[in-house]
């Protein structure tokens, strides 16, 4: 089971989460239908460090950003909506290095 | 009273047990730092600004259950009063209060193995280190959601939503038998 840590209430047990997708995801409604629809319904599938969002469904309900790497499971970082996604990833919980530019993920 | 009767487990155990608390006033409080702190001044008790806390007076308690939640507890016949009351005080303040006296039903926990007990079906480390005594949460609980609030190190409240009531009393039942 992963630890996540809620930037509310510390590191809860996953069981209490729901993942809730791709974070920074930016609406851009003035384009045309295919980019429309990349906005709408593509998104980065990484191999490595990828921002996504969580919401603590089971504790105090709000959603919250994780960096995680997805080779690992490793969350190196944790902030609240609205907040921009942080440069440096955090240490992993295990003492793994952040796996930086592992994946073929795209700045926000 | 059919309900609470089939919700009542045993309890007869004495390292620990399980009972039905009586009948309470529940509100549900939402809003920011102006108005928990008319709602603390109207209701009679803090509104813990620190997440995962509750404070409680000798008949009000106040949890935490989100940076703009609060759970208020108070005697079953004081609902109306304290609705008027919060209303009243906050006429002006962007707030919601919702009455929520019967969606919930509560256990008390107590028992030397009261935190063993309920670790059975909750992931959450309760140990009284890390789930000190007044700290309270919204958690899972044999996969149903629970707020839990510990009163003592021995002694916990359970808060369950009425119609889960008899499936968690009948898995406290259960994982009573197993403790020994
Ligand atoms: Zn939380």
């Known amino acids: ?108 | 009273m059919t309900m609470a009767a089939r919700a009542l487990p045993p309890g007869a155990g004495a390292l620990v047990s399980v009972a039905l608390v009586p009948p309470a006033t529940r509100l549900s409080f939402r809003g920011g730092p102006d108005a928990a702190e008319a709602c603390a001044a109207a209701f009679g008790c803090d509104l813990p600004r620190r997440a995962c806390r509750a404070a409680a007076t000798e008949a009000r308690a106040a949890l935490w259950l989100g940076p703009d939640e609060w759970l208020l507890l108070a005697p079953e016949a004081e609902t109306a009063a304290l609705v008027a009351a919060i209303g009243a005080g906050l006429a002006a303040v962007p707030h919601a209060l919702v009455d929520v006296s019967h969606r919930q039903v509560g256990f008390a926990i107590a028992g030397t193995q009261a935190a063993t007990l309920l670790n059975t079906g909750c992931p959450l480390d309760l140990d009284p280190a890390a789930f000190p005594v007044g700290m309270c949460t919204r958690t899972v609980l044999a996969k149903c959601d629970v707020a839990l609030w510990r009163r003592g190190v021995d002694l916990f409240r359970l808060e369950v939503n009425r119609s889960f009531a008899d499936y968690v009393a009948g898995y406290l039942r259960v994982a009573e038998r197993g403790l020994g």
């Open chain 1, 1 to 108: 089971m992963l630890l996540i840590p809620c930037p509310f209430c510390g590191p809860r047990p996953e069981l209490e989460f729901r993942n809730a997708g791709h974070a920074h995801v930016t609406r851009n409604p003035a384009v045309d239908d295919p980019a429309w629809a990349e906005t709408l319904f593509f998104r980065d599938n990484p191999k490595g460090i990828m921002a996504e969002r969580w919401r603590h469904v089971s504790g105090c309900g709000r959603f919250f950003n994780v960096l995680r790497d997805t080779v690992s499971d490793a969350i190196l970082a944790s902030y609240k909506a609205g907040e921009p996604r942080p440069d440096v990833p955090l240490p992993g919980p295990e003492g793994e290095a952040p796996r930086i530019g592992a994946g073929d993920e795209v700045a926000p």
